[in-house]
């Protein structure tokens, strides 16, 4: 696993901290969406399916600000649209990085050569440059529509790490992904430099239009444990390793909605990041006011029944760590030894 | 049956109640268009409706109106129509409709 140590402490105490506070639901990273702005249109995103007058709205800074405050999670990711086509991005990133804020940047990297040329960021261990790669070339530039964005996103991650950025992959697997395809892309990865690869599966996202790609649980399972039972010692993964076995099938996670809460100019998302049920004016509203007990797997609710994605089951998955010594004990033990 | 088949791109439903205004209206929230508001007033406003809540003692829609900063909330006791005026984004944007373009360019293309 490559999640800095400064990372993982910074989360343990606050994990702990909640928990000795006797506080049932936290946050633990904030989805930030400045935008729904993006420079792709892939088929499998339903962000950016919106009239011309929302695509060119953006959250002020201090919009920002005010709800990575209100929320108060360490972490804040900020996916979008995509947030290098954000007018203010460099300041952004610079007062959560002067807060403290582990900072993922989620991005298609199309313009991050670009940007890191005219000297937007500065190399910080509180931020990581997200990008998104669905796959090795070929199935990359299938699943975001467009051809040369895998050598471009290639070429943007080269330079990020010449600068000495941090630097992580994510990628979303949809059905019909050929796993020794994926094993051989994680291996590219792990070659061009890459801090830690993090993995989620095609969802049952209500709105995105490409419903037959998803993952079915079933499928999932038996999909992530042939690319991941013989995990190779090289391959790093920024994400907990007790979220992989869940991905396999080792383990079982309810949904933990609130744990990564998205906040954009429509306001907190409720429930969660993938389904669009409405929207809180405030993080405090967004808590006390949703129904949680109407989603997760054991709630019945069909929207829940396969999803399996990391923005509702990796903070199960870090609670797990720290809610029993045995959850303790398998986290360092996958960690330390890379087994999954 | 095709996305381009289920669009609501041009309907303007009947609002017969209070229960048919709710249900309208939830149409509109999953609406990926512009959507046109005719009020008790007289008031016609256009814009992308992004949120509603029943939950409360007075249920609203909030809204972002074509070329304003700050979103609108109105009573649903206020609207009297609700139509479905602008463009479906997500209508025909579907992985296999992309799938289909790609193939008949290739075609084109004899590749």
Same mark, same amino acid.
């Given at each position: 696993?490559?999640?800095?140590?400064?990372?993982?402490?910074?989360?343990?105490?606050?994990?702990?901290?909640?928990?000795?506070?006797? =506080?049932?639901?936290?946050?633990?990273?904030?989805?930030?969406?400045?935008?729904?702005?993006?420079?792709?249109?892939?088929?499998?995103?339903?962000?950016?399916?919106?009239?011309?007058?929302?695509?060119?709205?953006?959250?002020?800074?201090?919009?920002?600000?005010?709800?990575?405050?209100?929320?108060?999670?360490?972490?804040?990711?900020?996916?979008?649209?995509?947030?290098?086509?954000?007018?203010?991005?460099?300041?952004?990133? =610079?007062?959560?990085?002067?807060?403290?804020?582990?900072?993922?940047?989620?991005?298609?990297?199309?313009?991050?050569?670009?940007?890191?040329?005219?000297?937007?960021?500065?190399?910080?261990?509180?931020?990581?440059?997200?990008?998104?790669?669905?796959?090795?070339?070929?199935?990359?530039?299938?699943?975001?529509?467009?051809?040369?964005?895998?050598?471009?996103?290639?070429?943007?991650?080269?330079?990020?790490?010449?600068?000495?950025?941090?630097?992580?992959?994510?990628?979303?697997?949809?059905?019909?992904?050929?796993?020794?395809?994926?094993?051989?892309?994680?291996?590219?990865?792990?070659?061009?430099?890459?801090?830690?690869?993090?993995?989620?599966?095609?969802?049952?996202?209500?709105?995105?239009?490409?419903?037959?790609?998803?993952?079915?649980?079933?499928?999932?399972?038996?999909?992530?444990?042939?690319?991941?039972?013989?995990?190779?010692?090289?391959?790093?993964?920024?994400?907990?390793?007790?979220?992989?076995?869940?991905?396999?099938?080792?383990?079982?996670?309810?949904?933990?909605?609130?744990?990564?809460?998205?906040?954009?100019?429509?306001?907190?998302?409720?429930?969660?990041?993938?389904?669009?049920?409405?929207?809180?004016?405030?993080?405090?509203?967004?808590?006390?006011?949703?129904?949680?007990?109407?989603?997760?797997?054991?709630?019945?609710?069909?929207?829940?029944?396969?999803?399996?994605?990391?923005?509702?089951?990796?903070?199960?998955?870090?609670?797990?760590?720290?809610?029993?010594?045995?959850?303790?004990?398998?986290?360092?033990?996958?960690?330390?030894?890379?087994?999954? | 049956?095709?996305?381009?088949?289920?669009?609501?791109?041009?309907?303007?439903?009947?609002?017969?109640?209070?229960?048919?205004?709710?249900?309208?209206?939830?149409?509109?929230?999953?609406?990926?268009?512009?959507?046109?508001?005719?009020?008790?007033?007289?008031?016609?406003?256009?814009?992308?409706?992004?949120?509603?809540?029943?939950?409360?003692?007075?249920?609203?829609?909030?809204?972002?109106?074509?070329?304003?900063?700050?979103?609108?909330?109105?009573?649903?006791?206020?609207?009297?129509?609700?139509?479905?005026?602008?463009?479906?984004?997500?209508?025909?944007?579907?992985?296999?409709?992309?799938?289909?373009?790609?193939?008949?360019?290739?075609?084109?293309?004899?590749?």
């Amino acid at each position: 696993m490559s999640v800095p140590v400064s990372q993982m402490w910074t989360v343990a105490t606050y994990v702990l901290g909640q928990k000795l506070r006797g =506080r049932k639901r936290y946050p633990l990273v904030l989805m930030l969406e400045p935008l729904f702005r993006c420079n792709l249109a892939c088929a499998g995103c339903g962000k950016i399916q919106y009239p011309a007058h929302i695509l060119k709205k953006h959250l002020t800074v201090e919009q920002c600000l005010a709800a990575v405050e209100e929320c108060g999670a360490p972490m804040v990711s900020i996916p979008g649209g995509e947030p290098l086509m954000y007018p203010d991005i460099s300041r952004l990133v =610079r007062e959560l990085v002067a807060r403290r804020k582990y900072v993922y940047l989620c991005t298609n990297a199309i313009l991050l050569k670009e940007k890191l040329g005219e000297g937007l960021f500065e190399p910080s261990k509180y931020l990581s440059f997200s990008v998104h790669m669905d796959g090795l070339r070929e199935e990359h530039d299938e699943a975001v529509c467009r051809e040369g964005i895998f050598d471009q996103a290639v070429e943007g991650i080269r330079d990020a790490l010449r600068r000495g950025f941090r630097v992580t992959t994510n990628t979303t697997l949809f059905d019909g992904v050929d796993p020794g395809r994926m094993r051989q892309f994680f291996d590219e990865m792990m070659d061009l430099g890459v801090e830690g690869m993090m993995i989620s599966p095609g969802y049952s996202y209500s709105k995105a239009p490409d419903q037959e790609h998803f993952l079915r649980r079933q499928r999932a399972n038996e999909l992530f444990s042939s690319i991941l039972s013989r995990a190779k010692k090289s391959w790093r993964f920024n994400q907990s390793p007790l979220f992989l076995q869940f991905l396999m099938g080792r383990r079982d996670f309810e949904c933990t909605p609130w744990g990564n809460p998205t906040y954009n100019m429509f306001g907190w998302q409720r429930p969660c990041y993938l389904l669009q049920e409405g929207y809180a004016g405030t993080f405090k509203e967004l808590l006390e006011t949703t129904r949680w007990e109407k989603y997760g797997r054991s709630s019945g609710n069909e929207k829940c029944r396969d999803c399996m994605v990391h923005c509702g089951h990796e903070p199960s998955a870090v609670d797990a760590t720290f809610s029993s010594w045995r959850g303790f004990r398998d986290t360092v033990v996958a960690t330390v030894s890379g087994r999954l | 049956m095709s996305d381009e088949d289920k669009s609501l791109e041009g309907w303007s439903p009947e609002i017969a109640d209070a229960e048919t205004l709710a249900a309208v209206v939830e149409h509109a929230f999953d609406y990926r268009g512009d959507i046109t508001l005719d009020l008790d007033d007289g008031r016609r406003i256009d814009g992308y409706l992004f949120n509603r809540n029943r939950d409360v003692a007075e249920p609203f829609v909030q809204m972002f109106e074509r070329g304003e900063v700050t979103p609108s909330t109105i009573p649903y006791a206020r609207i009297r129509a609700v139509r479905f005026t602008g463009k479906d984004t997500a209508a025909g944007n579907s992985y296999a409709a992309w799938l289909r373009l790609r193939q008949a360019a290739k075609a084109a293309s004899g590749s």
